[in-house]
């Protein structure tokens, strides 16, 4: 039995007591329910492997963060880091996951992809350690992302995991319910270029997704293609809002092309 099915399977019958009290008490019951399913499940998943073991078709950047930022997918697409240290992972083994205390980041090149316009999909487990606290209007942490704002993962402020960017002429943006901080989440964000969506998953469910105007993907996409990739921060030249993370990444992939549900969940399930 799994932690989510084992929490309500013990609060169910005390939400049905409540309500047989009264409805004041079962409003207090629903927002204890609330704030203890908030903090209750952490992902855990499967060990992250040195190697891609799982869905590989279609993988240009994999990034175990095994005390380095080596592309691990054969394509040489290696990260270089930028005060980044390394702390232990989800399951506790030492020096494998990466810390970002806030002005630490990794850079990666351009990534190497025959279609320019083509579609793309980021996969990250990952924790905040708080929430975005930038003196800024809308605070936010970059997880991962481009210079130039093409969609990529945020956490922000009110604690939505957001797949978001802008394709040149319009803000795009899909996001999942609010996950409170201190927790490891695997999150999966997808611009699918031919069927003109983007999609975002939580721990292997879809949370969002929308359905753009004609041929929003595929400009977001090239912006995406035409541009670096960041790790753990927005901008690391803008001194007002950096969008730096606070918090720990395990593990990063990027895909050249649309990741299915399917193909997430065996991700997800490891």
């Not at 810390?99 to 190497?112: A, R, T």
């Not at 795009?172 to 927790?183: C, E, L, Q, Y």
């Not at 649309?258 to 193909?263: D, K, Q």
Request: charged share 20%; with cysteine; aromatic share 12%.
């Amino acid at each position: 039995m799994n932690k989510l099915t084992l929490f309500f399977t013990l609060f169910k019958p005390r939400v049905l007591v409540g309500f047989t009290k009264s409805p004041s008490v079962l409003n207090i019951s629903l927002a204890v329910i609330t704030l203890l399913f908030l903090n209750a499940c952490s992902y855990s998943g499967g060990p992250t492997l040195k190697k891609c073991s799982d869905v590989c078709n279609g993988l240009v950047g994999y990034y175990p963060l095994f005390g380095s930022a080596v592309d691990e997918s054969g394509n040489n697409h290696h990260g270089e880091l930028h005060n980044v240290t390394f702390v232990e992972d989800r399951e506790g083994n030492p020096e494998r996951g990466a810390h970002f205390n806030g002005k630490s980041y990794i850079s990666l090149p351009y990534l190497k992809n025959s279609n320019q316009k083509g579609s793309y999909s980021f996969v990250v487990i990952f924790k905040p350690d708080i929430i975005p606290d930038e003196p800024t209007e809308w605070p936010s942490f970059r997880v991962i992302g481009t210079p130039n704002y093409a969609p990529g993962i945020h956490y922000r402020k009110n604690m939505k995991i957001n797949f978001e960017g802008w394709n040149g002429k319009i803000g795009m943006k899909v996001f999942a319910r609010k996950n409170s901080p201190g927790r490891y989440f695997h999150v999966v964000g997808v611009a699918d270029v031919e069927k003109n969506h983007t999609l975002i998953y939580v721990n292997g469910t879809i949370k969002g997704s929308k359905n753009w105007e004609e041929n929003a993907v595929a400009l977001a996409a090239k912006r995406f293609w035409n541009s670096n990739v960041l790790i753990g921060i927005g901008n690391p030249r803008d001194n007002i809002k950096p969008e730096a993370l606070v918090g720990v990444i395990d593990e990063v992939r990027v895909y050249d092309r649309a990741l299915s549900s399917e193909e997430i969940y065996k991700i997800f399930e490891k």
